[in-house]
């Protein structure tokens, strides 16, 4: 840069070193906008390896609150279908009207079911007579249906 200011200095050279200048400045400029790029590029990459990290960690919760979720269901399932246990077979004889064979299916990793084998029964409906000895019959009132007095009513 001094010998541009100089004297006397063939306009030629001063041609040369302008030239040299101008590719050093130009290499100097390429390879700091090539710094910003690669810069920005790892702030992305940064960026979303933190939103790939936290969509993991949500996906873990959604994961476990929804086994929780599914056990929850299996159990309530079970209490209120009066669910046998899964080796014994259901009954039959007339303690019960009817049985029910259910396979539950969970999805676990890897794309696999885990199926949930499930038994319930249904007991007879408990059945009272119309009306007892000594008591008032409830098909006198004019509202009753006369229907079920053939002699019994079920108990709802």
């Known amino acids: ?8 200095l063939d306009p030629q050279a ?3 070193i302008e030239r040299e200048l101008s590719t050093a400045f130009r290499d100097m400029k390429k390879q ?12 992305e990459m940064e960026r979303r390896r933190l939103a790939e990290e936290a969509a993991e960690e949500e996906a873990a919760a959604r994961k476990a609150a929804d086994e ?3 056990a929850a269901f299996a159990s309530n399932l079970r209490a209120s279908l009066h669910l046998s246990k899964g080796d014994e077979a259901p009954g039959t004889g007339p303690d019960v009207v009817s049985a029910v064979e259910l396979t539950l299916h969970k999805s676990t990793g890897n794309n696999q079911k885990e199926a949930i084998p ?7 409906v ?3 007579p119309c009306s007892r ?8 009132s004019s509202a009753h249906s006369m229907a079920h007095c053939s002699g019994t009513r079920t108990r709802m």
Do not use: N, Y
């Open 32 to 43: 700091r906008e090539a710094e910003e790029k690669q810069r920005k590029i790892e702030e």
């Open 133 to 140: 000895p000594g008591q008032p019959s409830p098909c006198d």
């Open 118 to 124: 499930a038994r319930a029964q249904v007991p007879p």
């Open 14 to 16: 001063k041609e040369k």
């Open 68 to 70: 929780e979720d599914w």
């Open 1 to 8: 840069m001094r010998a541009l200011d100089r004297q006397g």
């Open 126 to 128: 408990p059945t009272e």
